[in-house]
């Protein structure tokens, strides 16, 4: 029986010399992880696609994504919305993002991606999926967005099976690929505002967070901390968004930092106002009265 990778029309991947990616090398790419996801047992794939080069692409990623805002504003022509794709979860189907870039049409300059979270687990290409996303947003980086979801944490990845993917991938240097990997996840934005209109993100709306703050004793100058974090339930602000700390590798389901976890995890409820989502044990259930609140209050048309 012939040996496919004997067969292989391709040759390894090499970063490209002036540090640039082009089009060509998306391509590439693209044919390298479309063939060898059809041919190659998993464990070849860094044959193709060698370690320092990934190692390089996931570092050129994070270094792009750690510069965007926790909301990324995408400018738009509200009257050609339809050139904004957007996508939701892709969970490590490889060859259905081929194909969805084939037939939506390349990022480009008049037409832009984004991209709502979950691109690995559960699929077994979760790796590859993420690669080629984050390779088109070094190219592209003003025209393909690539959103946080929550599968893109420590905890889904280990539990789901990113993380056993990754190590059966790449070997004695598969835990080095995975913390990389774990640091673009960091880096992702939370959120995205498209035309000022549209307001998308993998889960949902999200909490405010009221802090009050109060006097320490005497003899410590007046100085101010917090004591107290006001728990009834309200919608929070853009501006709130825009300041939560969303570089955690699993956002918390409690403390002061409860934002991330809502924009990932929260889920729409048919029940009016908010509650917390007690299936999941994080985030949010939301009412159509608060999709109605949080469009007014913002001057959005969809969320």
């Keep these: 029986m012939e040996d496919p990778a004997a067969s292989c029309p391709h040759l390894p991947l090499s970063w490209p010399p002036d540090g640039s990616l082009s089009m060509d090398w998306i391509r590439l790419l693209t044919?390298?992880?479309?063939?060898?996801?059809?041919?190659?047992?998993?464990s070849d794939l860094p044959t193709l696609l060698p370690f320092p080069v990934l190692a390089r692409l996931l570092l050129a990623?994070?270094?792009?994504?750690?510069?965007?805002?926790?909301?990324?504003?995408?400018p738009a022509d509200k009257e050609e919305l339809s050139s904004v794709v957007v996508v939701g979860d892709v969970h490590g189907q490889l060859h259905d993002v081929l194909f969805l870039l084939e037939d939506a049409g390349f990022p480009?300059?008049?037409?832009?991606?984004?991209?709502?979270?979950?691109?690995v687990d559960r699929g077994a290409w979760g790796l590859e999926t993420f690669v080629l996303l984050l390779a088109w947003k070094v190219f592209l980086p003003h025209r393909v967005f690539l959103l946080r979801g929550n599968h893109e944490s420590k905890y889904c990845t280990s539990v789901?099976?990113?993380?056993?993917?990754v190590l059966a991938k790449y070997g004695d240097q598969g835990k080095q690929v995975y913390r990389k990997c774990l640091r673009c996840f960091e880096d992702l934005p939370l959120a995205s505002v498209i035309a000022d209109s549209v307001y998308t993100a993998h889960g949902g709306?999200?909490?405010?967070?009221?802090?009050?703050?109060?006097?320490?004793?005497?003899?410590?100058?007046?100085?101010?901390?917090?004591?107290?974090v006001e728990t009834s339930l309200k919608l929070g602000s853009m501006e709130e968004l825009s300041k939560a700390r969303?570089?955690?590798?699993?956002?918390?389901?409690?403390?002061?930092?409860?934002?991330?976890?809502?924009?990932?995890?929260?889920?729409?409820?048919l029940a009016l106002g908010l509650s917390p989502n007690k299936e999941r044990g994080i985030g949010?259930?939301?009412?159509?009265?608060?999709?109605?609140?949080?469009?007014?209050?913002?001057?959005f048309k969809v969320t």
């Design 31 to 42: 044919g390298i992880l479309d063939w060898s996801s059809r041919n190659l047992p998993p």
């Design 246 to 269: 969303r570089t955690v590798l699993d956002p918390p389901w409690e403390g002061l930092n409860l934002i991330p976890g809502d924009v990932l995890w929260s889920d729409p409820s």
């Design 205 to 228: 709306l999200f909490r405010s967070i009221n802090v009050t703050p109060s006097k320490r004793s005497k003899g410590k100058k007046g100085r101010r901390i917090v004591t107290n």
């Design 160 to 165: 789901y099976g990113f993380e056993n993917e």
């Design 284 to 299: 949010l259930m939301w009412g159509p009265d608060c999709t109605e609140e949080f469009l007014k209050k913002n001057q």
């Design 61 to 74: 990623a994070s270094d792009v994504l750690h510069k965007e805002p926790n909301c990324v504003s995408i």
């Design 108 to 119: 480009a300059e008049d037409r832009l991606f984004v991209f709502n979270g979950d691109y």
